[in-house]
């Protein structure tokens, strides 16, 4: 606990919240991206995860049951300056196809960031589970995706803990979507979360 307290500590002070692996949003694991897909987000985190708001981007592609991504993002804490943060992630289908509306995903990762000369990494590893549920010229997609998450900071030991997220995304036709996701990290005496709103693009 004492990683995690240093580094909301850190975030409020200095600059910062607490998750797609980048700092202060959602870690997505909704399935393997059929193609290129873009995507922006805003993430709000209460004040367990920080009290900021967060602007991020991120770019993923699939290469059958492969997927591979990147994000970036921009912090705004409540009380501090602005900091940014950087994530790398590899997705594998492991159930379903594109028959099959129900698909089973692995995802691991890596984001850091540093705070006030603090460096943070996390290394979550989620499952994801998600359906699609097709309707005349639209896609309903909800998922959810337990993980663990291992969160190493400067100067402390590393520490492991139990995250949930999960959220729904609409699609359309012509390849814009627009997604909501919410996600929770269990940890002793905290409890931080993140709500992201955001919208994407497969071309």
Same mark, same amino acid.
């Given at each position: 606990?004492?990683?995690?307290?240093?580094? !909301?500590?850190? +975030?409020?002070?200095?600059?910062?919240?607490?998750?797609?692996q980048?700092?202060? !949003?959602?870690?997505?694991?909704? #399935?393997?991206?059929? #193609?290129?897909?873009? /995507? /922006?987000? @805003?993430?709000?985190?209460? +004040?367990?995860a920080?009290?900021g708001?967060?602007?991020?981007?991120?770019?993923?592609i699939?290469?059958g049951?492969v997927?591979?991504?990147? +994000?970036? +993002?921009?912090?705004? &804490?409540?009380? #501090?300056?602005?900091?940014?943060?950087?994530?790398?992630?590899?997705?594998?289908?492991?159930?379903?196809g594109?028959l099959?509306?129900i698909r089973?995903t692995?995802?691991g990762?890596?984001?850091?960031w540093?705070?006030?000369?603090?460096?943070?990494?996390r290394? &979550?590893?989620?499952?994801? !589970?998600s /359906?699609?549920?097709?309707?005349?010229?639209?896609?309903?997609?909800?998922?959810?995706?337990?993980r663990?998450e291992? @969160?190493?900071?400067? #100067?402390l030991?590393?520490?492991?803990?139990f995250? !949930?997220?999960?959220g729904?995304?609409l699609?359309?036709?012509?390849g814009?979507?627009?997604?909501a996701?919410y996600?929770r990290?269990?940890v002793?005496?905290?409890k931080?979360?993140?709500l992201?709103l955001?919208?994407?693009? /497969? &071309?």
């Amino acid at each position: 606990m004492r990683t995690l307290s240093l580094v !909301l500590i850190a +975030a409020s002070c200095a600059a910062g919240s607490v998750a797609a692996q980048v700092q202060g !949003l959602p870690v997505v694991n909704n #399935g393997v991206p059929v #193609g290129i897909n873009l /995507a /922006a987000d @805003i993430g709000f985190a209460n +004040a367990d995860a920080g009290k900021g708001t967060t602007l991020g981007g991120s770019a993923a592609i699939g290469l059958g049951f492969v997927g591979l991504g990147g +994000a970036i +993002a921009r912090t705004s &804490p409540e009380n #501090g300056g602005d900091m940014w943060s950087q994530a790398v992630s590899a997705s594998l289908n492991i159930l379903g196809g594109p028959l099959v509306p129900i698909r089973v995903t692995v995802m691991g990762g890596m984001g850091w960031w540093e705070v006030a000369g603090i460096k943070t990494t996390r290394y &979550p590893v989620s499952l994801g !589970l998600s /359906a699609t549920i097709p309707i005349p010229a639209l896609s309903i997609k909800p998922w959810l995706a337990p993980r663990v998450e291992r @969160i190493e900071t400067t #100067g402390l030991d590393a520490e492991n803990h139990f995250g !949930l997220a999960g959220g729904i995304e609409l699609a359309m036709l012509n390849g814009l979507s627009i997604r909501a996701s919410y996600d929770r990290l269990f940890v002793d005496n905290f409890k931080p979360g993140i709500l992201s709103l955001g919208v994407g693009f /497969a &071309p």
